[in-house]
């Protein structure tokens, strides 16, 4: 069941930074404070895992990267959502209501 | 500010094995991570000390060998994707764009027949516009970042999976073989027809993919400006 739980935490970051992108583009350090900051601190990205995934959604062309020049002067590798991406939202948050709306259901069920 | 570009060259191993033309972009976006999040510790309160050990763990767990597995894959593929595979499937669908026009246009492909009843249908009009195939895959892969190797393999794209099939087909043949006694194998018939069809749909039309490649390559060195 090991896969299941990897598939869950994958797909829910993927929708997660899906989400935030869909707004603007953000560089990664953003993406994982916007993230922990709009949890309330109950999702968590660390380097090692927000990298790796936003070079997967990078290869799988739903996300573009670009390095750009902030206000500050500074340059970011900022990562916007491509249309591609933006299509493969939709479904995504179906997918996730459908299987929360599941899940609530056993629990609910357990619980009667 | 402490020096996170090196730090990070000194601890994360995989950046020794990742191809040069991503290492640098890695290590830079990285440090600007380590960068932006020093400051937001700091501003939170923590000592200089506290923050760059922070910052340190962040580099050990990128460090960590299941991260450099993921990120290794990724950029491997991130890089395969873009400079091979998809510069590859554009060389072949080119080619079989321009095999489908000559059939179109009522151009045979010359067909050679053998004394073992063998034979090989050669379209030998396809083979003079295969360089232009073999440049375009090229080309796309220089675009898309790929060194000189890259766009030669991409250009071989077509030779690979005509090859793939016969060694599968051979292959399957010869399991069928084993599980079905009557099945006629004949193996001096399958070895010359392996090795015909090999030559004819894989090696000989590598040859002008791999010259339009080369030709690509070579231009584009020479285009480029004296520093």
Redesign the interface.
């Known amino acids: 069941m090991a896969s299941v739980s990897t598939q869950i935490k994958r797909g829910s970051a993927e929708l997660a930074v899906l989400t935030l992108l869909a707004g603007q583009p953000l560089?990664?350090?953003e993406i994982?404070?916007r993230i922990e900051e709009q949890s309330r601190g109950v999702l968590r990205f660390?380097?090692?895992?927000l990298?790796?995934m936003l070079?997967?959604l990078?290869?799988k062309a739903w996300v573009k990267a670009e390095w750009q020049t902030l206000a500050n002067g500074?340059?970011?590798?900022c990562y916007r959502l491509t249309t591609l991406g933006r299509r493969q939202l939709a479904p995504l948050r179906k997918e996730w209501r459908a299987f929360f709306k599941a899940l609530q259901n056993v629990t609910e069920f357990q619980n009667a | 500010m402490p020096d996170w570009k090196k730090l990070i060259c000194e601890q994360v191993g995989v950046l020794r094995v990742c191809p040069a033309e991503f290492t640098e972009e890695l290590v830079r976006e990285w440090a600007s991570h380590l960068e932006e999040s020093f400051e937001t510790f700091l501003s939170e309160g923590l000592s200089f000390g506290e923050a760059y050990q922070r910052g340190l763990q962040q580099i050990r767990q990128l460090a960590g060998a299941r991260s450099q597995v993921r990120i290794l894959q990724e950029v491997l593929m991130r890089g395969f994707t873009k400079q091979v595979a998809l510069p590859g499937l554009v060389t072949f669908a080119l080619a079989m764009a321009f095999g489908g026009a000559l059939d179109f246009a009522g151009i045979p492909p010359r067909t050679i027949l053998f004394s073992n009843g063998l034979f090989l249908s050669l379209p030998t009009s396809l083979f003079c516009v295969l360089p232009l195939c073999g440049a375009a895959g090229a080309f796309i892969s220089r675009r898309n970042g790929g060194g000189p190797l890259q766009r030669i393999t991409a250009s071989l794209f077509l030779p690979a999976i005509m090859g793939s099939l016969f060694t599968v087909g051979v292959i399957a043949g010869w399991i069928t073989s084993r599980i079905v006694p009557s099945y006629g194998w004949n193996w001096s018939l399958v070895v010359r027809a392996f090795a015909l069809w090999l030559t004819g749909y894989a090696i000989l039309p590598a040859i002008p993919l791999v010259l339009g490649s080369v030709a690509e390559v070579k231009l584009s060195s020479m285009r480029k400006p004296a520093v």
């Open positions: 560089h990664g350090y994982a404070k660390d380097m090692a895992s990298y790796p070079y997967r990078e290869r500074r340059r970011r590798r």
